[in-house]
C-alpha cells in the first residue's frame, strides 16, 4: 500500500508539471486557436536561462519562480511580436507549421549556448525532505504543486472576473465580433503567448530544480500534450487538473506494469476517453450546424 502511496504522490508532482505545460497549451488554443507546438521547447529554454541568472546571482527558491515566470513570459511576448503577429491572418496550417520550426529554432539555440551536458539546478533547501501523510516529499515537489494550484486559482479569477479575460473568452468565441466590439485581438494574442509562455517557463525551471537540466527538457511539451487534449483544447483549467491525471497514470503504469509502456499511457488514456467526449473530459461540446 505504501508503494501505491508513494507513486500517486509523486505522479502528482509530476503531473503538476504537465498541468502547468497543458494549460500552456489551451491558452494559446483558447486566444488564437492555433496548437503552439514549441511550448516545450519555450519551457526548456527559459528554465537554462533561469538557471544561469540564478547560479550568478544566488537567488532562492521564491525568487527563481519569479524569475522564471518573467524571463517565459518575455519570451513569449518576443515570439509573439516578431514571428507570429506576421501570421495573423494566414492558414492555420501554415501557422501551426511556423510553431513547428519555432521549436527547432530554440532547441537548437539551448543547444549552441549551453552544450548538451547536464547540469544540477540547485536552489536552496530545494531537496529537504517534508513528511506529508507519512510520505517524504522534497520540498520542490510541494512547491510545484502549489504553483499549479495557484495558477489554476489565478487563471479561474482572471478568466471569469477581469475584463481582459472576458475579452480574451470573447477572442475565443469569436474573434470577428470581439473584434468588432473593440477587443483588440492581437493585444489578446500577445498576453495569451506572454501567459503560455510563463507557464511553460516555470515548468520547465521546476522539473530542472527536481530532476535535474538537461536539453531532452523540451519533451514536457509530448508529454503534457496528452494533458491538453484530455482535459479539452478550450479548458485552460481542465488542462491543469488533466496535467494530474496524467502523471499519476504514468507512474502507476511504470510501478506496475513493464516501463515501455509508461511513456505511451497518457496517448492510450486520451485515445479511450476521445472515443467516449470527442471535446475532452472539461472541453465544450460545440454544436456546428451545416
Not at 472576458?166 to 492581437?186: F, I, N, P, Q, Y
Request: charged fraction near 10%; hydrophobic fraction near 55%; proline fraction near 2%.
Amino acid at each position: 500500500m505504501n508503494y501505491f502511496i508513494e507513486l500517486v504522490v509523486s505522479g502528482l508532482a509530476v503531473g503538476a508539471i504537465y498541468g502547468l505545460v497543458a494549460m500552456g497549451f489551451a491558452v494559446i488554443y483558447k486566444a488564437t486557436g492555433i496548437v503552439n507546438f514549441a511550448q516545450g521547447e519555450m519551457g526548456m529554454l527559459t528554465a537554462y536561462a533561469t538557471w544561469s541568472l540564478a547560479t550568478t546571482m544566488g537567488t532562492g527558491g521564491l525568487l527563481t519562480v519569479i524569475l522564471a515566470i518573467a524571463l517565459g513570459a518575455a519570451l513569449g511576448l518576443v515570439c509573439e511580436r516578431l514571428i507570429m503577429r506576421p501570421m495573423l491572418g494566414e492558414p492555420v496550417l501554415s501557422v501551426v507549421l511556423v510553431t513547428v520550426g519555432l521549436a527547432v529554432v530554440l532547441r537548437s539555440i539551448v543547444t549552441i549556448v549551453w552544450g548538451a551536458s547536464p547540469h544540477k539546478f540547485e536552489v536552496t533547501d530545494a531537496d529537504n525532505i517534508v513528511a506529508v501523510g507519512g510520505i517524504g516529499m522534497r520540498v520542490s515537489q510541494l512547491g510545484v504543486l502549489a504553483a499549479l494550484l495557484l495558477a489554476v486559482a489565478g487563471f479561474w479569477f482572471f478568466l471569469r472576473h477581469s475584463r481582459f479575460g472576458v475579452a480574451m473568452r470573447a477572442v475565443a468565441s469569436d474573434e470577428k465580433t470581439a473584434r468588432l466590439m473593440g477587443v483588440s485581438t492581437a493585444r489578446v494574442q500577445a498576453v495569451a503567448w506572454a501567459a503560455a509562455s510563463g507557464l511553460a517557463g516555470l515548468a520547465g525551471a521546476l522539473f530542472a530544480v527536481i530532476y535535474g537540466l538537461t536539453p531532452t527538457v523540451y519533451e514536457l511539451g509530448l508529454k503534457a500534450f496528452p494533458a491538453t487534449v484530455l482535459g479539452g483544447f478550450d479548458a485552460v483549467l481542465g488542462s491543469g487538473v488533466s496535467g494530474l491525471i496524467i502523471g499519476v497514470l504514468e507512474n502507476l503504469v511504470g510501478g506496475y506494469l513493464p516501463s515501455t509502456l509508461k511513456e505511451i499511457a497518457g496517448f492510450v488514456l486520451i485515445l479511450v476517453v476521445l472515443m467516449v467526449r470527442p471535446f475532452g473530459l472539461f472541453g465544450e461540446k460545440r454544436i456546428e450546424r451545416v
